[in-house]
Structure formats: structure tokens, C-alpha cells
């Protein structure tokens, strides 16, 4: 089947740089997009990959490898209100429409 | 102000009392999806609807039907809940899949079931 994998927690200091990491299992998405929720929040978008490479959104990159199966979200310049739920989320190949999340990092960043 | 919304925000029902949760955009968006957040399970899709009149399950409908008559309006209906279904539930629209695939959520529906 289709999943994603993320690690479930990640800590950092704050004004370092963390990257969360996002496998995927399945013959490939139609790109890889990246979501944030804060706590009692919705999740907000914050970047999309349709190709291979790194795109640059200010303090934030995310990263894709298609033939790794693998995607990346960088944060750079940590602040304390980055502290929140990071989500990766594809649409799969089977052309069913349909939008599978992973089920998240909580990131913690330490003062 | 672009933007979806979900009424009510937050519900607390009993089993088998037939319930719905609106969700509307104002964006004009072609594709709409009703999510569940469970703790540890992330978000899952429940349904989706790719345009007026054209809906299709995502990977956990069972329990939970939709309606898209309209384009800006997509209903998540429980005809018979049940305390499995106690859930945050977010709706989400976007222009299509086509595009950068960014969806744009509404403020959730926190729902209990007794």
C-alpha cells in the first residue's frame, strides 16, 4: 500500500537547523507537500516538491528524490513558535485522487 | 477573506443521533476532502470530491457519507455515529491536484461521541 514515514518526535535547539525526514512507500507520489499545525490549529501549508530538489521558502527548504523515495523539510534559524506538528502528505500514483499524510513529527525546540 | 469554514466547531452527541458537519470554501475550489486527526494516526482521508456531483472515498469512509451539489459546499454526514467516530475532523479545499497540491484547511470540528 501507500504510506509515508516520518520519526514522530525531533528536538532542537533553538536558532539551529533540524530536518525532518519523509519516506515514501509506493511505485511514487505526484510530488510531496509539506504541512505544519500548531497546536489547536489546522495545518497550514508550507511547501510543495513536484521535482527532484531543493526549494527554498525563506527559513524553511524541503527537498525531494524520486528515485530515493525520499523527501526532506530543512528549518533553518529556529524559533521557539516553530515548535509544531510537521506533516508530509503525496498524492499516490494509482490515479485514485486520492491524499495520503504521514502522521507527523512533533518538532520540540529547547531554548 | 479567503477561506473555509466548518460548522459546528465543536459537537458532543450520543451514538446513533444523525449528525452533520458543513464545510464550505470561497476560493472557487475544484477538490474538497474531509479528514479525521487522531492522536498518533495523523490525518486520514475520509472522503474527497474532485468537482460538483463527483465524490469518492478515501481510506476511511466506512461510517460517514458526502454530498457535493454545490461547489462551495461539501457536508460530512454520520447517520449513525458511534464512539469510534470521536474525532477531530478537518475539511480541506484546493484548486486541484494538478497544481502545488496546497490545500487549505478549515479551523477542524471537534466531535464526541458518548
Known amino acids: 500500500g501507500q504510506s509515508l514515514e516520518q520519526p514522530s518526535e525531533v528536538t532542537a535547539v533553538e536558532g539551529a537547523i533540524v530536518q525532518i525526514n519523509c519516506t515514501y512507500q509506493t511505485s511514487g507520489f505526484y510530488g510531496l507537500s509539506w504541512y505544519q499545525q500548531h497546536d489547536g490549529g489546522a495545518p497550514t501549508f508550507l511547501s510543495y516538491n513536484a521535482l527532484d530538489g531543493l526549494e527554498e521558502t525563506g527559513r524553511f527548504s524541503s527537498f525531494l528524490s524520486r528515485s530515493d523515495s525520499y523527501g526532506y523539510l530543512l528549518l533553518q534559524e529556529l524559533q521557539m513558535k516553530d515548535s509544531a506538528s510537521y506533516f508530509c502528505?503525496?498524492?499516490?500514483?494509482?490515479?485514485?485522487?486520492?491524499?495520503?499524510f504521514g502522521k507527523g513529527t512533533r518538532l520540540h525546540i529547547l531554548p | 477573506e479567503a477561506q473555509v469554514t466548518q460548522n459546528p466547531r465543536y459537537l458532543i452527541t450520543v451514538t446513533g443521533k444523525k449528525l452533520t458537519v458543513t464545510c464550505s470554501q470561497n476560493?472557487?475550489?475544484?477538490?474538497m476532502s474531509w479528514y479525521r486527526q487522531d492522536p498518533g494516526l495523523g490525518l486520514r482521508q475520509i472522503y474527497y470530491s474532485m468537482n460538483v456531483e463527483v465524490t469518492d472515498k478515501g481510506d476511511v469512509p466506512e461510517g460517514y457519507k458526502v454530498s457535493r451539489k454545490e461547489k462551495r459546499n461539501f457536508p460530512l454526514i454520520l447517520e449513525s455515529p458511534s464512539p469510534n467516530q470521536t474525532s477531530l475532523y478537518f475539511c480541506?479545499?484546493?484548486?486541484?491536484?494538478?497544481?502545488?497540491?496546497?490545500?487549505?484547511f478549515g479551523p477542524g470540528t471537534r466531535l464526541t461521541v458518548l
Open positions: 502528505a503525496g498524492r499516490g500514483w494509482n490515479r485514485d485522487d486520492k491524499i495520503i
Open positions: 476560493m472557487n475550489h475544484e477538490y
Open positions: 480541506a479545499s484546493s484548486f486541484g491536484l494538478a497544481e502545488n497540491n496546497e490545500q487549505f
